[in-house]
C-alpha cells in the first residue's frame, strides 16, 4: 500500500509557493529581520513573571483566550492602555484594544475589512515590505505618497488625493508609520499629523497608523502623540510588543473604533493569542516597561552610532546614511551607479545579509541604490566586521569604495 | 479637527461580518468550546518549566523563532517526533514537524494549498464545525461520507468516489478524524484505515487527517495507528495541542512530507509561533506528558460519564447517546420531531449553551434532533444541573421529557 507513488503535488492549487529549502542557520553578518538585542532581554524578569503569574492563573489556560474573550488577556489591554495613555497622547480603555499575534496579525486584519482587488491604499513612497507585499499580494493598487526627512510630504498627498478623486477614486486607506518611519527612520512632526488628519476627513480615508517603533525613539528626540490621539475617529492604530520586548513573543495590538475593532476580534481565526506569550508579558511590563525601555533606547542608539560609523570608515563620503531617530535599522544610499540587488548574492557569499532597497519601495524599481541594515541583534563588533565585509564585496563588484577606513584598498 | 463625523464604516468591504457585541462572560451551562478541566492544569509543572526554560534560553526570544527557523522550536519538535513514533505508529523526526499556532492553523495552511472555489472535498457528514465553515467560505464543494459507529464508511466512500470519477471530478483532499471523531467519538478501526489508504491511491487524493484528539483515548480502548503511520506517502496529519495540554496554548501541528511541509512553511504568515507557548511547553512536555495525559484520561471518562447519566436521567429513552470512545464530548440524540435549534434560543435565557446538530454537519438541514455537550470544563455537578436546566428548557418548548430522573415534571 505504501507504494512511494503517490503524488501529494498533483492537486496543488496553480500558483502555489515552489518548496523552500529548509532552515540553514543565520549568516554571520546578519541585517536583515527585526531581531532585537539578545543580551538585552529581560530574562529574570521574565523567568520571575512566568512562574508567578502561572502559578496564580495557570488553570485558566484550560479555556480557549483564558475564558477572557477574545480581545485578549485584560491584564494586558489595561497595561497597554495606561501605556498609550501616559506615552502616546490617548484617551483609551481596555476595552477599546485588541491583542493580536504579532502586528502582522493586526494589519491583515484591518485590511481584510477594506482592501479587494483593484482598490487603492497611499502608502509611503518606501514602506514596511511586508505590509506593501501584502497590499499587493490582495490585489491592491497601492499609490507611493513622497516621504522627506519629516516623513510624509503632506502637501504632495493633498495633490495625489484630488487627483485620485478627480478620476473618481477614494482610496480605502492611508498607511503610515509615523514615529520612526521604516526604513527612513523619520519622526513625523505633529504640524503634518494634523494636516494628514484634515485630508483623510477632506477625502473619506481612514488612515492606518502602524507604531511598531515608537516606543524606541532615541532619549531627547521629540516625539508628538500618535495620530490616532489627536482624531480617534479616522485611525486604526497599530502597534507590537516585538521591538519593546522581543520579537519571538507574538504580541501586536489594534486600537480603534469598535465598529471597526469588533470585526477585527470577529474575524481572528487563530483562536486566540499565544496566552503564556500574553500573561507572562503582561505581568512582566506592569511595572517594569518603561524602565526596561529607557534601557533599549539607549543600547539600540550605541548600537545604530555603530553602524552608521561603520559605514562612513568603510564607504567614505560614497555613503549617505539616514541616521534613525530611533528604531534598529539604517537607511543607507549609494551613489546611482550602484545598485545593491547585484550585490545580494556575493554579499551572502560573504556571510553578509541587507534589504536591498527595491524590497523596501512601494515601486520596485525604485531606490536600487539603497539598502536597510538592522543593527540591533549582531554586536558592535560584528556591526563592524559585516560592514567591513559588504564594502569589500561592493569593491569587488563596482571597485569602489577604493579606500577602507582611510587605507586603500588592496595597497 | 475630531468632528467625530468620520466614517469608519463606508469603505469596508461588502459583505464584511457585522459588528459583533463585546464578550459578555460565560454562560453558568457551558456546554460548547474545546475547553479543558482548568483543575486538570498542571500549575505547578508549568510554572517550573517556565522559569527553568526563560532562564537558559530566554536571550533568544529576542530572535524571530528564536533564531531556530520558521518550522518552530525545536527541542517541541523532537518532544513531538518522539511522542508520535512511540504512540501513534510513526517513524518520523522533528524536520518532518511543523508547529503552527493552534490546529485551525494548519488547516488552514493545508487547505490553502489545496481547495480553491469549486474544488470537492470529502468530508465525514458530521465533523467539526470550523472545518466546515471555513472549506465552504473558500468555495468548496463538501461531499459528505456517511459515518457508523466506526467512523466512516469506507466502502460507501469507493462509491462516492467512483461516482465523482465518473463526472470527471478528482476530489482535492479526504477531510478525517479517524481517532475519536468530531462529534459522534467514535475510533476508526485499522482494516477501515487501509481500505482508505487503498481508496486514497486508486483516485489520487490525499487525506488530510486530524488527530486532535487522539491522545484522550479512555484506557483500555484499542486505538490503531494513525493513517500517516500506515502511509506517510498520501496523508497529511494534524493535531494539537489544545486538548492534551490546554487551549488557551495556541499549539498545533503537522506532519507531512516537505513538497507539502515546507509550502505550509513558507505561507505561514504570523512570523512564528509564541515562543512562550512553545518552549514553556516542550520543556513540560518532555519527561510528563504521558503521566499527565493518563490523569486526564482517566477524569475526563469520569466527567463522560456523569454527561451521558445525566442525560439519561434527564431525558430517559426520548435520548440516545453516543458513548464517546475518548474526548471531551457527547453527541446526543432525540426523536425526529424534536428540533434542538429551537432550543438555542430558550436555553441561552437558562444559561445554557450547547452546538445544535445542523452546525457540526456538512448538510445544514441535517441532525435538527441531534446536540453535541462538551463536558470537560464544568464540574460533575454543573454537567447534572446544567442537563437538568436544559431538559426543563425542552419540556417548556416540546412538552417532553416529562420525567425528570422519574420524577413527573410539575408533579
Not at 555603530?306 to 530611533?326: I, K, L, N, S, Y
Request: contains cysteine; hydrophobic residues 40%.
Amino acid at each position: 500500500m505504501a507504494d512511494g507513488a503517490f503524488d501529494l503535488q498533483a492537486g496543488l492549487l496553480a500558483g502555489t509557493v515552489a518548496t523552500p529549502p529548509k532552515f540553514g542557520g543565520f549568516p554571520k553578518y546578519q541585517f536583515i529581520g527585526g531581531h532585537n538585542d539578545p543580551e538585552l532581554i529581560p530574562v529574570e524578569g521574565f523567568a520571575e513573571a512566568a512562574a508567578e503569574v502561572i502559578r496564580k492563573h495557570g488553570a485558566q489556560l484550560a479555556i480557549y483566550n483564558l475564558g477572557t474573550g477574545p480581545q485578549g488577556y485584560p491584564p494586558l489591554r489595561e497595561h497597554l492602555a495606561n501605556r498609550l495613555n501616559k506615552h502616546r497622547g490617548m484617551n483609551i480603555t481596555a476595552d477599546d484594544i485588541l491583542i493580536t499575534t504579532g502586528s502582522n496579525n493586526a494589519i491583515d486584519l484591518a485590511t481584510d475589512l477594506y482592501v479587494g482587488p483593484g482598490d487603492t491604499v497611499l502608502i509611503e513612497a518606501m514602506s514596511y515590505a511586508v505590509t506593501i507585499n501584502r497590499l499587493k499580494k490582495r490585489g491592491a493598487n497601492c499609490v507611493a505618497m513622497p516621504l522627506d526627512d519629516k516623513g510624509i510630504v503632506v502637501d504632495e498627498v493633498a495633490k495625489i488625493l484630488a487627483g485620485l478623486k478627480a478620476k473618481g477614486v477614494r482610496p480605502k486607506l492611508i498607511y503610515t508609520i509615523p514615529t520612526v518611519q521604516n526604513p527612513t527612520g523619520s519622526i513625523m512632526p505633529l504640524d503634518r499629523r494634523k494636516k494628514l488628519i484634515a485630508l483623510a476627513h477632506e477625502y473619506g480615508v481612514p488612515i492606518l497608523e502602524d507604531e511598531c517603533y515608537a516606543d524606541l525613539t532615541w532619549k531627547g528626540i521629540e516625539r508628538p502623540p500618535a495620530i490616532r490621539a489627536l482624531d480617534p475617529s479616522c485611525v486604526i492604530y497599530i502597534g507590537s510588543f516585538s521591538k519593546s520586548i522581543a520579537p519571538a513573543i507574538r504580541l501586536g495590538y489594534v486600537v480603534a473604533d469598535w465598529s471597526v475593532l469588533g470585526r477585527m476580534t470577529a474575524n481572528k481565526s487563530d483562536g486566540g493569542t499565544g496566552a503564556l506569550d500574553q500573561m507572562i508579558t503582561a505581568v512582566y511590563c506592569e511595572g517594569n516597561f518603561d524602565k526596561h525601555v529607557d534601557t533599549l533606547r539607549v543600547a539600540l542608539k550605541e548600537k545604530m552610532e555603530a553602524a552608521v560609523d561603520a559605514v562612513e570608515q568603510q564607504f567614505g563620503t560614497m555613503a549617505t546614511v539616514h541616521r534613525p531617530e530611533g528604531g534598529i535599522f539604517i537607511w543607507v544610499g549609494f551613489p546611482p551607479e550602484i545598485d545593491v540587488t547585484k550585490l545580494v548574492a556575493p554579499a551572502a557569499k560573504a556571510g553578509v545579509t541587507f534589504n536591498p532597497g527595491p524590497e523596501w519601495s512601494v515601486d520596485a524599481g525604485a531606490n536600487k541604490n539603497w539598502m536597510r541594515l538592522c543593527f540591533a541583534l549582531p554586536s558592535k563588533q560584528t556591526i563592524y566586521d559585516g560592514v567591513a565585509a559588504l564594502a569589500s564585496v561592493c569593491h569587488d563588484v563596482y571597485g569602489v569604495p577604493k579606500f577602507s577606513a582611510n587605507t586603500k584598498r588592496g595597497a
